[in-house]
C-alpha cells in the first residue's frame, strides 16, 4: 500500500505561536478587570507575540511567509472556481484563511495598542504612559470595540477550520497545528535557516519575559472613577452630617 504524501508546514516556532497566541487572549479575556495584572500581562504577551510574528511574515522560512499568502484577487477567483475539489488543497494557508489570518494580526495588534492606550489613561501605567493622549477618546471603548472585532475573526477562523476539515480531511489541517505535518499534501518541506532560528528563540522568550515581569511587578490599577469627585458631605462631632461649603 502506497504511503499517504507528507508535507513539513508548520515549524516549532509557528506552532508555538499559534498557541502561545490562543492562550494568550482567552486567558486575558476571561482575566479582564477582575484579575487585572494577569489580563494586563497576557496583553502584553500577545502583543510581543504579534509583533515578532509580522516579522517573521517578512524574514521567515516557506509557508509562515507572506509571500506565501495567496489573498491576492486571482487567488480567491481560483479557490471559488475549484471549491471542494483537490486542487483547492493548500500546503500552506488557502486564500481565505490568509485574509482572517492577517486580520487576526492586525486586530491583535490594534487590541495591544489600545489596551496600552487604556493602561495610560485610565492608571498612568504602562509604556505609553509618557504619551499625550488626545482629548475626548475613551480608549477604554476603543479597545472593547476591537475585541469585538477580533472575536468575529476568531469566530471566522473556527469555521474555516470546520470546513475544512469536512472538505479536505486528508489534509488534517489541525492536526499538522499540532505535528506540524499536513497529509494529503505533496509540496516542499519548510526549513530554517540559523538566523531564524536564533530569531524564533527571541520571538518565543521576549513575551515569557514580559509576561514574567508584569505578573511579578507591582499590581496594576486602573482610577477608581467613582472616587476622583470628592464629595462635600461632611460630619459634625455628634456623627450628624451636613453639606460643606465649597469656599
Not at 502584553?44 to 517578512?58: C, D, E, K, Q, S
Not at 482572517?100 to 495588534?109: E, K, P, R, T
Amino acid at each position: 500500500m502506497k504511503k499517504e504524501a507528507s508535507t513539513y508546514v508548520w515549524g516549532i516556532p509557528t506552532r508555538l505561536f499559534h498557541w502561545m497566541l490562543v492562550i494568550s487572549l482567552v486567558g486575558a479575556y476571561i482575566a479582564e478587570e477582575d484579575y487585572l495584572t494577569l489580563h494586563v500581562a497576557l496583553g502584553y504577551t500577545a502583543g510581543i507575540l504579534i509583533v515578532f510574528r509580522l516579522i517573521w511574515g517578512l524574514i521567515g522560512p516557506r509557508y509562515s511567509h507572506f509571500r506565501d499568502f495567496p489573498a491576492g484577487v486571482k487567488s480567491f477567483t481560483a479557490f471559488f472556481k475549484g471549491f471542494g475539489k483537490p486542487v483547492n488543497v493548500y500546503a500552506g494557508h488557502n486564500p481565505p484563511a490568509s485574509l482572517v489570518m492577517l486580520g487576526i494580526m492586525f486586530i491583535v495588534a490594534l487590541v495591544a495598542f489600545s489596551g496600552m492606550m487604556t493602561l495610560s489613561q485610565e492608571g498612568g501605567q504602562g509604556p505609553l504612559k509618557s504619551l499625550t493622549l488626545p482629548a475626548g477618546i475613551e480608549f477604554k471603548e476603543v479597545h472593547e470595540f476591537w475585541v469585538q472585532v477580533l472575536i468575529g475573526l476568531a469566530i471566522l477562523h473556527l469555521v474555516g477550520l470546520i470546513a475544512d476539515l469536512i472538505i479536505h480531511k486528508s489534509a488534517s489541517v489541525l492536526k499538522s497545528m499540532f505535528t506540524g505535518y499536513k497529509t494529503g499534501v505533496e509540496a516542499e518541506n519548510a526549513e530554517m535557516n540559523g538566523f531564524q532560528k536564533f530569531f524564533s528563540f527571541v520571538w518565543i522568550a521576549a513575551p515569557l519575559v514580559a509576561f514574567y515581569l508584569t505578573i511579578t511587578g507591582p499590581p496594576i490599577q486602573l482610577k477608581d472613577d467613582e472616587g476622583e469627585d470628592e464629595s462635600t458631605e461632611m460630619v459634625d462631632d455628634d456623627g450628624g452630617e451636613y453639606e460643606g461649603d465649597d469656599d
